[in-house]
């Protein structure tokens, strides 16, 4: 297989236009990778919003504790997760948390790491007040959307 330069473009574009980040195509003893560097996302400021708090796609068993929760009738403005990934509370194991119930948080306080493709993103408190209540056990996996906690 002889590699033609245009062949080569349009296979830096498809990487480039795409979700990939790299790709290998091989053929007898010639080879060609095409890798995209990996941009570091920093932390992100989230903005609540009334979203509901169980994905569409949630197993059977966190429906449930779902429908828990809104009967308790969480007091304060949520804080809901980005992105998809793995929720922490503290930087790293053992260290003390970021926040607990009954923590006063300010605005743009780190309230917890949201973990996603091995980059760590810390999530902002977008309001002050009072932590009411935390929705999401330490390294547990959390969706788009999803309530991570409430501040009074």
Same mark, same amino acid.
């Given at each position: ?59 059977a ?22 992105m ?6 503290? #930087? ?6 970021? &926040?607990e119930? /009954?923590?006063? !948080?300010?605005? $743009? %306080? *780190? ?16 309001? #002050? ?6 929705? &999401?056990?330490? /390294?547990?996996? !959390?969706?788009? $959307? %999803? *309530?991570l906690?409430?501040?009074?």
């Amino acid at each position: 297989m002889n590699f033609e330069l245009d062949y080569i473009e349009k296979l830096v574009k498809l990487v480039s236009e795409s979700d990939l980040t790299e790709l290998t195509l091989e053929e007898g003893e010639e080879a060609i990778v095409v890798r995209k560097e990996k941009t570091v996302v920093q932390a992100q400021t989230i903005v609540p919003q009334a979203i509901a708090a169980t994905p569409a796609a949630a197993p059977a068993q966190s429906a449930a504790p779902a429908e828990e929760k809104k009967e308790d009738a969480p007091k304060g403005k949520p804080i809901t997760s980005p992105m998809v990934g793995t929720f922490y509370l503290a #930087s790293s194991p053992g260290a003390k948390p970021f &926040v607990e119930v /009954g923590a006063t !948080v300010s605005t $743009g %306080q *780190v309230v917890c790491i949201i973990e996603a493709m091995k980059l760590m993103n810390e999530i902002e408190s977008e309001v #002050s007040g009072k932590v009411t209540q935390i929705c &999401v056990k330490d /390294g547990e996996a !959390v969706e788009y $959307g %999803q *309530v991570l906690m409430y501040v009074e």
